[in-house]
């Protein structure tokens, strides 16, 4: 849907890419009035005003008209919100807006350099994003739960495709499947006791009043997401966390103590309780990570190259070595092969597929498969996963597909899905309608003269 999602998508474009002012200091000059009211909800000028100056370059059409239907058409969304309760756990936008912040710090350079960009706090910028991230979730849920009963039969997807001219029919860019296996060179018991001896001696400073938690947080920590927050994660369920983590950090009852040593996915850490709410903690924690020999590298290269040499000689197949020899979890079960999975914000929802366009690799896996033929086994290589962890790796291209015009052979769940947004998108479009026609709506005189989109809102 093209019309609250305009406003998000230039929001991440921000945030991703685009160089636009996120909040603007000359809204805050707007004279204001009230110019909508939907329901209970106010749309004010200047909310017209600050979002005409962060994204105009993206509103095809009359800002003063496009803007206001927008957010008109977002306070429908939260107001059938309010009707069914629907309910964004705190952590799940907690850990968004943490995301999108430390990239806006990367693209800024610092912290300090993006509160003088945008002349606001660190506290203000994070509390504005989570408010808008929320009612985001928020519109987002009540979008899928408005479609959860739409289904698509490959009948109908043949149906809506049949008398579609060739040259209109979904561009497909190049795509590969790849196939992957991961091993974790050795560490030697003197380099992970050196990491927990470090976190010993950081629970100690805190015990004997040497230094906080949160400062040896800023200060050590290997997780660039928590570091500079002085380790605080938000309220948590127990099954968004790492479980031996989580089972730590669920036993802690006295935010004094510090937890004992506990080893994750992501290395060796220690944790700190703040506050326990209902199936909820919010913790700190001090991740460290044990460094990596050459020579213990090596050795995982080389074991490797030998299983790289077997598999040419067909000695096995990838997929067996993928099952009973690969480190990696999320591929191992599924015989290496790595899968794509994609959010769309506008829709809320997700998508898996084991097809991968080359920017959406991880970098490393990405430079070494451009170079390679299908079916060909890589050399072995270094690469950081999705832990943070270096790991060795050899890839097999699975399969390349050139770009082309999608077929219904090749390309079915492609078709599918554009059918079924189709259906989805109709209606979301009746139930606006529909809402225009029982909700409380009121347009100054002057904010009338627009070709709306839903014209339903002057009756």
């Known amino acids: 849907m093209k019309l609250v999602k305009m406003l998000w998508c230039a929001l991440l474009a921000f945030l991703f890419g685009a160089q636009l002012p996120l909040f603007s200091q000359s809204a805050n000059h707007v004279i204001d009035e009230v110019i909508w009211v939907v329901g209970d909800e106010a749309i004010l000028r200047s909310d017209v005003e600050t979002a005409r100056l962060e994204f105009g370059a ?73 408010e808008s991230t929320k009612e985001q979730y928020t519109v987002q849920k009540v979008r899928e739960n408005l479609t959860s009963d739409i289904k698509v039969t490959p009948a109908e997807v043949r149906r809506y495709f049949k008398d579609v001219p060739q040259d209109s029919l979904p561009w497909i860019p190049a795509q590969v499947e790849v196939q992957i296996i991961t091993m974790q060179p050795r560490i030697p018991q003197e380099e992970i006791d050196r990491v927990k001896d470090e976190l010993r001696e950081y629970t100690e400073r805190v ?44 036993s802690l009852t006295d935010p004094k103590k510090i937890s004992k040593v506990v080893e994750s996915e992501y290395g060796y850490h220690i944790i700190q309780l703040i506050d326990k709410r209902g199936d909820k903690v919010k913790i700190r924690h001090i991740l460290r ?51 794509n999975t994609k959010y769309d914000p506008s829709t809320g929802e997700q998508t898996r597929t084991s097809r991968f366009q080359l920017q959406d690799l991880p970098q490393e896996i990405a430079k070494v498969v451009s170079t390679m033929n299908t079916g060909e086994i890589s050399e072995p290589f270094m690469m950081i996963n999705n832990k943070g962890k270096e790991v060795c790796a050899i890839v ?34 009746e139930w606006i309608k529909e809402k225009q026609q029982t909700t409380y709506i009121r347009i100054n005189e002057e904010w009338r003269n627009c070709e709306f989109e839903y014209p339903g809102w002057i009756k």
């Open 289 to 339: 990570k044990p460094r990596l020999d050459q020579a213990d590298i090596d050795v995982a290269i080389a074991r490797l190259d030998t299983v790289a040499e077997d598999l040419r000689k067909e000695k096995f197949t990838f997929d067996e070595a993928a099952t009973y020899l690969s480190d990696d979890k999320d591929t191992r079960k599924n015989k290496g092969l790595m899968t």
């Open 207 to 250: 015990n004997s009043g040497e230094s906080s938690f949160s400062t040896l947080a800023i200060l050590y920590s290997e997780d660039p997401g928590t570091a500079r927050y002085g380790g605080e994660l938000d309220y948590t369920g127990k099954g968004e966390l790492d479980p031996a983590f989580a089972n730590v950090a669920f």
């Open 396 to 429: 097999k291209l699975k399969a390349h597909i050139k770009a082309h015009r999608a077929t219904m052979a090749e390309d079915f769940q492609i078709l599918k899905d554009v059918v079924l947004a189709k259906r989805k998108e109709e209606k979301i479009k």
């Open 58 to 130: 993206n509103i095809s059409g009359n800002p003063y008209c496009v803007i206001p239907e927008q957010l008109a058409i977002q306070k429908l969304f939260l107001h059938q919100a309010q009707l069914d309760s629907v309910d964004i756990p705190a952590s799940n936008v907690s850990a968004n807006v943490e995301e999108r912040l430390n990239q806006l710090i990367m693209r800024a350079g610092s912290k300090e350099k993006l509160e003088e960009y945008y002349h606001k706090t660190m506290t203000q910028l994070r509390e504005m994003l989570f």
